[in-house]
């Protein structure tokens, strides 16, 4: 358990001195509601985005995320899917500060590639026709062509 969920179980049992709090503080349903309100903060996003992201409705997702819900198996899922969406942010992240980085789009652009289906990670890949659109004052990849 990191220092910030102990500090917030701590901050909860002084205000609310009683055993059905601590009961819920010492819980699984809050250490996972913990997980995922941290992952929430990593990403950036509210609950709403969040909810949008998992494909769920906001109210379904502020139980897990208030720890009311008893579907252990469901906060795994949701946990390992916020990870995921994570690592994707830092991937889009990546190739945006390599574009960013290059002195014209015309310029020889690599982009590492986690996954290219059939190829293996170290051969090369043909980027005949594809292209990247880059806004520079947003530092954001406005499209993508040609990639799949």
Avoid: C
């Avoid at 991937?91 to 059939?118: A, C, E, F, M, Y």
Wanted: net charge negative; glycine share 2%; proline share 1%.
């Amino acid at each position: 358990m990191n220092d910030e969920i102990r500090q917030r179980k701590q901050n909860f049992q002084e205000l609310f001195n009683s055993d059905r709090v601590n009961n819920f503080l010492n819980s699984e349903y809050f250490e996972l509601s913990q997980q995922i309100m941290n992952l929430e903060h990593e990403l950036k996003l509210d609950q709403k985005q969040t909810a949008n992201v998992l494909g769920m409705s906001l109210q379904l997702f502020l139980q897990f995320e208030m720890g009311v819900s008893t579907d252990v198996h469901a906060y795994h899922s949701i946990i390992r899917r916020l990870n995921q969406a994570k690592d994707q942010q830092k991937d889009d992240l990546d190739l945006t500060v390599v574009i960013r980085n290059s002195q014209s789009l015309s310029d020889s652009v690599t982009v590492p590639v986690k996954d290219l289906g059939s190829q293996a990670a170290n051969e090369s890949v043909s980027a005949l026709s594809k292209s990247v659109s880059f806004d520079s004052s947003s530092e954001k990849v406005t499209s993508l062509t040609g990639w799949r």
